[in-house]
């Protein structure tokens, strides 16, 4: 299946239910639950103000506690087959992550372990945030609201 293919399957795929256990603007914190399956998952989005005002660390993976327990990579594939929702619920996360917080968000980084995940992730990005400019460098993404790039 061609990547744009599994752009369109993720971006149409039912998600499970998730909740925000921490939303803490004023500490730059913000951090849903979700499960797929049995595995739990966790979505953070941190805010690195020492850096540039705006700039946000965005993370998901499996729930450290399970990884551990279950000898397992928080950020590596589970080989579960439940790749797409898992998926289509972060991309769920994220829009209301980035509704919420739209004014406070100038920058998004994020990494990518894997070329196909990089692949995967950069036409995310590109379809859920067209306008925003995205600059990769190795596993590395740095993903810039049109507004803040000097012309």
């Given at each position: 299946m061609r990547i744009k293919e599994i752009i369109t399957e993720l971006f149409n795929q039912?998600?499970?239910?998730?909740?925000?256990?921490?939303?803490?603007?004023?500490?730059g914190v913000y951090v849903a639950v979700f499960t797929v399956g049995e595995i739990p998952y966790?979505?953070?989005?941190?805010?690195?103000?020492?850096v540039q005002p705006g700039?946000?660390?965005?993370?998901?993976g499996i729930h450290s506690k399970y990884a551990k327990e279950n000898s397992l990579n928080s950020y590596g594939i589970t080989g579960t087959g439940n790749a797409?929702?898992?998926?289509?619920?972060?991309v769920s996360i994220l829009k209301e992550f980035?509704?919420?917080?739209i004014s406070n968000i100038n920058v998004l980084k994020f990494s990518a372990a894997e070329e196909s995940r990089r692949k995967l992730y950069a036409r995310m990005v590109q379809r859920l945030l067209p306008e925003w400019i995205i600059e990769q460098k190795g596993?590395?993404?740095?993903?810039?609201?049109?507004e803040v790039v000097e012309v």
């Open positions: 039912s998600t499970v239910p998730f909740k925000w256990t921490k939303q803490d603007d004023n500490n966790l979505f953070s989005a941190f805010r690195l103000e020492t700039e946000w660390d965005v993370k998901f797409g929702v898992v998926m289509s619920t972060v980035l509704a919420q917080n596993k590395y993404f740095t993903v810039t609201r049109p």
